[in-house]
């Protein structure tokens, strides 16, 4: 959850900033991180003194010498000498040490009060509850909580080469990248990574085995990363998703994704169980 600030509270201590304006955050000018500063420091946010949450850590990985507060400007567009507005992927590159625990849950819980400011049962006005990371609607008394989205994401292999995708939205960037996809209702994980891999590429896989998960704020998404032998069929790319598909050797690799993300983790898993093959 978010914990409310007092104008006291948030004047004694400097922290570490996430300033959110529209869909970007807000930072210094030339240097991409979260800014570090005291509220007085920050002059174009005074008219938000009572927006000011603490984002304290969930787990020991996601503390920080300085506290983390949060800042919603909604669709004001911050225009001061010294800032600049920067995307949320961007800052993920570049802050790998916070990325997932404090960028991308301080989002995902921006995304979720602003998308739930009525309730959706009766249309009535939603309030925050003050002790959890909820919107209560005191007519019908339906309570929201922030959506996670479950996606399996998946890497398949034949023991000597490596298959990879490049999707439609990728195509400019000629990215190359795992396969993922939404879990369905009723379906599970292992279902989905072989629903979602025939209706992407055209191919079965047998031998799922986990591989890690990791949170993916676009808005909402849970990623649950599998790898899997490749057990036959020839790739027919899915028309409007997959752009272009191939096997690849691990020595002549296209574009792929970092390792921050786990589509880049993955990759390097799968080139490892390979080569020791």
């Known amino acids: ?45 005074a008219s938000y ?36 507005r920067v995307s949320l992927r961007q800052l993920l590159f570049t802050q790998q040490n916070i990325a997932f625990s404090v960028l991308g849950r301080a989002w995902q819980y921006i995304h979720f009060l602003r998308t739930h400011k009525f ?5 009535a006005e939603m309030e925050r509850v ?34 990879l995708a490049k999707g439609v939205r990728h195509k400019e960037a000629n990215m190359y990248s795992t396969l993922a996809g939404f879990v369905e209702s009723g379906e599970s994980l292992e279902e989905a990574v072989h629903r979602e891999v025939f209706e992407e590429v055209g191919v ?8 890690n998960s990791q949170p993916w704020p676009f808005p ?11 057990d ?12 272009d598909a191939q ?7 296209p574009n792929i994704p970092p390792k921050v993300s786990i589509a880049g983790q993955l990759i390097a898993e799968t080139l490892s169980l390979i080569s020791d093959k």
């Not at 004047?11 to 300033?19: D, E, G, H, M, P």
């Not at 984002?55 to 800042?71: G, H, K, S």
């Not at 079965?204 to 591989?211: I, Q, T």
């Open 1 to 45: 959850m978010m914990i409310n600030l007092s104008g006291t509270e948030i004047s004694k201590r400097r922290a570490l900033w996430v300033i959110f304006s529209r869909g970007k955050i807000v930072v210094r000018e030339n240097n991409p991180i979260l800014p570090e500063a005291h509220f007085e420091e920050l002059s174009f946010l």
């Open 49 to 84: 003194h009572e927006d000011v949450h603490e984002l304290p850590p969930l787990n020991d990985a996601a503390v920080t010498e300085a506290p983390i507060y949060v800042v919603d400007v909604g669709s004001e567009h911050i225009e001061s000498p010294g800032w600049e």
């Open 119 to 123: 309730c959706g049962q009766c249309g």
């Open 130 to 163: 003050n002790w959890e990371m909820a919107m209560q609607c005191h007519r019908c008394k339906h309570r929201t909580y922030p959506r996670v989205s479950p996606c399996i994401i998946v890497a398949i292999h034949n023991k000597e080469k490596l298959l």
């Open 204 to 211: 079965k896989v047998k031998n799922l085995r986990y591989f």
């Open 220 to 230: 909402h998404s849970l990623m649950v990363g599998f790898i899997a032998e490749y």
């Open 232 to 243: 036959g069929g020839d790739i027919v790319c899915q028309d409007n998703e997959i752009d």
């Open 247 to 253: 096997w690849f050797d691990v020595d002549a690799l």
